[in-house]
């Protein structure tokens, strides 16, 4: 089983700043990667998969890179909506298909 | 805008059975560029994949939980279904379906990304 670790698990972020958040795993999953974002009684939203692309209406304010086992999603000026959590998930070798433990993006 | 929504007891007993039904709005079912899965995630916790079926009923579960999991899809109804075996308190949680799109790996077909998810259920595991 791949795993997904997520840093940092809480993120402090004040509006208009940027966001870094890293996702690592533990062997590389070429850039079969995805990202989420869940609010509170929400079910998670799919932001980015491929590592890079932007899903169906995501901002261009989310973006995704890195490939392997090193990835990264920058919220590049963040707005009040943003503060959520964030997972990411990888669909390389499965079964099964695991999601990282989550960074909380908190308002600073 | 495709739906989808889960359905079933919120409360189950120790050792029994959790069964829920995913009702999806189209008949998107039918189609073969889509997988449909169900995802767990316990309370404050992150997410955890069960497993997920194609239409032709194929199915592919977690390891960590495919002795105790029977997924089944019915086509005709615009739904597909769960059933976990022997449940104990760990299994509480709030269970979504989603739908898993078909992505292209190394030049074979597998699954890939959750686009689409159900509200999710609330389901505890209680006597």
């Known amino acids: 089983e791949i795993v997904m670790t997520q840093s940092p698990a809480t993120l402090s972020v004040s509006p208009g700043e940027r966001a870094t958040l890293s996702c690592r795993a533990s062997?590389?999953?070429?850039?079969?990667l995805a990202w989420y974002q869940q609010k509170p009684g929400q079910p998670p939203r799919l932001l980015i998969y491929?590592?890079?692309t932007r899903a169906t209406g995501i901002p261009a304010r989310f973006s995704g890179s890195g490939s392997g086992i090193e990835f990264t999603l920058t919220i590049s000026s963040l707005q009040s909506e943003d503060f959520a959590v964030y997972f990411c998930?990888?669909?390389?070798?499965?079964?099964?298909?695991?999601f990282g433990q989550g960074t909380k993006v908190e308002i600073k | 805008q495709l739906l989808l929504q889960e359905s079933g007891p919120g409360l189950v007993k120790p050792s029994e059975t959790l069964s829920l039904t995913c009702t999806v709005s189209?008949?998107?079912?039918?189609?073969?560029?889509?997988?449909w899965g169900w995802i767990r995630q316990p309370p404050g916790k992150g997410l955890e994949w069960i497993g997920s079926?194609?239409?032709?009923?194929?199915?592919y579960s977690n390891p960590s939980l495919s002795s105790r999991v029977t997924m089944s899809v019915d086509t005709s109804k615009n739904h597909f279904s769960l059933h976990l075996r022997s449940v104990s308190a760990a299994d509480t949680a709030v269970y979504y379906c989603?739908?898993?799109?078909?992505?292209?790996?190394?030049?074979?077909?597998?699954?890939?990304?959750?686009?689409?998810w159900g509200q999710g259920t609330v389901v505890t595991v209680s006597s």
């Open positions: 989603a739908r898993q799109s078909v992505t292209t790996i190394f030049g074979l077909l597998r699954r890939g990304w959750f686009d689409a």
């Open positions: 189209d008949d998107s079912l039918n189609r073969n560029n889509y997988y």
């Open positions: 079926l194609y239409y032709t009923g194929t199915t």
């Open positions: 062997q590389s999953v070429s850039n079969n």
């Open positions: 491929g590592a890079s």
């Open positions: 998930q990888h669909y390389n070798n499965w079964p099964p298909e695991t």
